[in-house]
Antibody
Framework: EVQLVQSGAEVKKPGESLRISCKGS????????INWVRQMPGKGLEWMGN????????IYSPSFQGHVTISADKSISTAYLQWSSLKASDTAMYYC?????????????WGQGTLVTVSS | QSVLTQPPSVSGAPGQRVTISCTGS?????????VHWYQQLPGTAPKLLIY???NRPSGVPDRFSGSKSGSSASLAITGLQAEDEADYYC???????????FGTGTKVTVL
């Protein structure tokens, strides 16, 4: 079964750093891009960026460029999303999702989500 | 920022047909990029519902169908059921943003 399993919920203070993970299984991890999607409380889906795990080539949405870092370790089939200094406005659910090789492709499957809460 | 516009909500009685529109522009849907649809049940992760404008993944009932014309796309649900109550999002690629865009989302309510 193809699946993406994300790390657990996090509660952090403003200014702290954080890295959350997304582990793929059931398929060739380096053959599919991994995307990250943010969903703020009660809001819609926002694409943050993606990574090609085969060479760690990364593309960011202009809205998130410079605010987060996406990386991957293909040896353990895991992608990461990290912050160096969290803000209260980073409080959200974060999903990873697999995309096929074509730019035109869809996101499937999705991870279960990681809830990040940033509060003093 | 969402560049694909959807109605905030649609509703229908059980058994009825509802449609959800997704309006884009010449840099995304109108440029020929495919539209995909996702269903997000309350408290769960989004799930792929329609891919490549009008294709259903295995396991998705044929009550769900998609179409695309010009710079817009639509999702239709026929024979509406209580279990269809969820949020629905369209998604495409945008060449001016060099990235992916989602619709604003539509909440479907079964009366």
């Amino acid at each position: 079964e193809v699946q993406l399993v994300q790390s657990g919920a996090e509660v952090k203070k403003p200014g702290e750093s954080l890295r959350i993970s997304c582990k793929g299984s059931g398929y060739s991890f380096t053959s599919y891009w991994i995307n990250w999607v943010r969903q703020m409380p009660g809001k819609g889906l926002e694409w943050m960026g993606n990574i090609d795990p085969s060479d760690s080539y990364t593309i960011y949405s202009p809205s998130f460029q410079g605010h987060v870092t996406i990386s991957a370790d293909k040896s353990i089939s895991t992608a990461y999303l990290q912050w160096s200094s969290l803000k209260a406005s980073d409080t959200a659910m974060y999903y990873c999702a697999r995309r096929g090789g074509s730019l035109n492709n869809w996101f499937d499957p999705w991870g279960q989500g990681t809830l990040v809460t940033v509060s003093s | 920022q969402s560049v694909l516009t959807q109605p905030p909500s649609v509703s229908g009685a059980p058994g009825q047909r509802v449609t959800i529109s997704c309006t884009g522009s010449s840099s995304n849907i109108g440029a020929g990029y495919d539209v995909h649809w996702y269903q997000q049940l309350p408290g769960t992760a989004p799930k792929l519902l329609i891919y490549g404008n009008n294709n259903r993944p295995s396991g998705v009932p044929d009550r769900f169908s998609g179409s695309k014309s010009g710079s817009s796309a639509s999702l239709a649900i026929t024979g509406l059921q209580a279990e269809d109550e969820a949020d629905y999002y369209c998604q495409s690629y945008d060449s001016s943003l060099s990235g992916y865009v989602f619709g604003t989302g539509t909440k479907v309510t079964v009366l």
